[in-house]
Structure formats: C-alpha cells, structure tokens
C-alpha cells in the first residue's frame, strides 16, 4: 500500500514538474493544451499533435547583436569538395530586421527559444514526410531564394568555398564580425506623389505607426527583403502594378476597396499628424491622453470605430461607482445628490443642460459646483 501512495506521489510531482515548465514557456503566449493537440488526452503512444502553428508562436526577442557572430556550417559532410560554410549570422539577422524578423529563417521555433535547423531538419534525404526538406535541402532553400532574387546568382561558389583554395572575401572572419549593413534609421514620415485624378498627396507617419499604434516592423515589411533596395535583376515597376498590389500593405489595416475611402489617405496636400478629435469626432485629450490605443481598440491593428458613448466602455454610472470630483468638478450640494442625466442630456457627457430645473440659469455662466485641479 505504501509502495502505491509512493508511486502515486512521484507520478503527482513529475506532472507538476512538467505543467510547470510548459506554463512558464507558454504563459506569455496564452495557448492551451488543445494549441498543439487535437484530442482531450494525448499519450505517448498517441500524442495527437497538430501540426506546427508556425508564426502565431514564434517569439524572439533578442536583438542581431545579442545572436552568435559567426556560424560554421559544417553537419553535412556527404562530400569532400567543400570547405565548411563560414556564415555570418550577424549580417543575415541585420538584414532580416527590415523585413520578417527572426522568423524569417527561424520559421517553426518554440516559444522563447531559438533552435538549430538540424533540430528540426535531420541528414538523411530518403525521408517519409517529403514536406519537410532534409538539413543540406532547408539550407539551400533559405539562402538561394534571396540570392536568387537578390542578384540572380546561385552559383556554389557565392557560399562555399573548394578545399585547398583559400579563403572568400565572403568567408574572411575578419570581415564579417563588423556590422556589415549600415543603421537603417526609420522616417518620421514620408510623403508620396502618386498617379491618382484626384488627392495625388499621401503622407505616411511612420513614427505614429510604430510609437503611436504599436505597429512591428514585420507587421508592415515582412515580405520585404534585399530585392526592394538592392537588385541586379529587373523587378515590377510600380506603374505596372495594379491598385490593389500598391495598396496592399495599407489594407491589412484600411479599408481601401472603397473609392469612399480614398480622402482618408489622398489629399492635394500634405495631411498633419494624426488628431483622434478631426479624425473620430471623439476628444481624448480631457480624459483618456495617457491610455494606449488597444486599451479601448482591443482587435491588434484594427481601429476600428467606436460608440462614443461612456456606457459602452464604463457601464452605467451611479454615485456608488463615481466620484465626480474626477473631471475636475465638484458639486454643490444641491446638486450632489442627482441623477448624471439630470443635467447630462446626452450620453457622452459632453455638454450640461440647466432648463430642467432652473429657466434663469445656464452652463458655464453658472456652475453647480466648483471647479479644482482634476485628478
């Protein structure tokens, strides 16, 4: 009996042992048993995995400089012609951060983590699962689709270097430690010319997308690459593209199929910074200045319109769940003691209507109350 209460306890203790750290890589990214399992009680003989949610889990935070330098690429060694590829990691990660980011080669990775390619990706070519690539197939895969694009050439020799023949300007070590792409500093803003009948001026805050709308550079750039600024190869003009290829980026967040729509980015000229009163009709700058958008606009780069009513946001108000004293007014004590709509006719709290009450008597000329420093 005591031997069972003991194995009990052991097999008690290795599954919080576990929960625990799964919870602590998990936490953050609120997911759930049923994120990676597909059915209620996954064994080992029978794990029910779902295949890789990809993107909707890849967090990393770290920073190119915080990555290794260098990497020898040398796990493939089915022939004796090359040389192990020295990559410069710090390069590829400097470039990637104008577009997707880590994810751009790191693209199924646990929470928190950054794995080796050989994780996921083993040596052997004859495989079952033909979807995966095997390590030399995701190796080429990643890098000669950007060489490719990029300046066309996909030569062998571009990454590896023949035995006996010294050393690449690309493999040189010295060379590549340094930061190789220049600090790409972000506009504040930018302003466009474009081909349309009517509005041709559209000016772009970048600083308000990302300071103010906390937008990441990947949700904007992540099919960007070296192709958009460098390329030795002919590339889509941008006359040649449709309406809907230019405004592509701009309708992830905007509704651009509506002509409708066009005045909310076309002008004939320049547009000033983003002003939530002109553009929404609703004045933050009284009470809600120092809230982030997503504190009322909770759907992630979708702000979209909202009631401008209190209620929709506050529930009802009552003096059991108000103090008054936070708009920067107090009330007398004639009027402490009624109902908000007594002197609020609208809703949004905006303006103070007397006539209820008194015909000689009206706001601001008279004040119920006095007025303080608000809160």
Not at 216 to 241: L, M, P, Q, R, Y
Request: glycine share 4%; net charge positive.
């Amino acid at each position: 009996m005591k031997s069972k209460i003991l194995l009990l306890l052991i097999v008690i203790h290795f599954v919080i042992n576990a929960q625990t750290k799964i919870s602590k890589s998990h936490s953050y990214q609120q997911l759930n048993c049923s994120t990676c399992h597909s059915c209620q009680i996954p064994t080992k003989e029978n794990p029910c995995l779902r295949a890789c949610p990809r993107e909707s889990m890849i967090r990393i935070d770290q920073k190119p400089e915080e990555g290794p330098r260098i990497l020898t690429i040398n796990k493939i060694k089915e022939t004796d012609i090359y040389e192990p590829v020295i990559f410069s990691h710090l390069a590829h990660a400097e470039m990637a951060e104008i577009s997707g980011g880590c994810r751009t080669c790191h693209h199924y990775n646990p929470p928190g983590n950054v794995i080796a390619c050989s994780e996921c990706h083993g040596l052997q070519r004859k495989r079952e699962d033909v979807s995966k690539p095997d390590l030399k197939g995701a190796f080429h895969r990643q890098c000669m689709n950007c060489h490719r694009a990029w300046s066309g050439n996909t030569d062998c020799l571009v990454c590896h270097q023949l035995k006996g023949k010294g050393k690449l300007v690309s493999q040189n070590k010295e060379l590549i430690v340094k930061r190789i792409h220049p600090e790409i500093k972000a506009p504040n803003k930018i302003t466009y010319t474009t081909n349309a009948t009517a509005g041709k001026q559209v000016t772009f805050y970048h600083n308000e997308h990302v300071n103010l709308f906390n937008y990441e550079c990947g949700d904007c750039h992540k099919n960007d690459n070296c192709v958009k600024c460098h390329s030795k190869i002919n590339t889509v003009s941008t006359s040649k593209k449709s309406t809907k290829e230019l405004h592509n980026k701009c309708s992830n967040c905007h509704d651009t199929n509506s002509k409708v729509n066009c005045s909310f980015c076309h002008s004939e000229k320049e547009k000033g910074p983003f002003n939530h009163l002109v553009r929404t009709g609703f004045d933050i700058t009284k009470f809600h200045s120092k809230l982030s958008c997503s504190r009322c606009h909770t759907t992630k780069n979708k702000f979209s319109g909202l009631s401008n009513e209190c209620s929709f946001c506050h529930g009802k108000w009552s003096w059991d769940n108000f103090n008054h004293k936070i708009t920067g007014f107090i009330l007398d004590e004639t009027h402490g003691e009624l109902e908000c709509n007594s002197c609020h006719k609208e809703p949004t709290y905006s303006k103070l209507d007397c006539s209820d009450c008194h015909e000689d008597k009206s706001y601001p000329k008279d004040k119920p109350g006095r007025l303080i420093k608000r809160l």
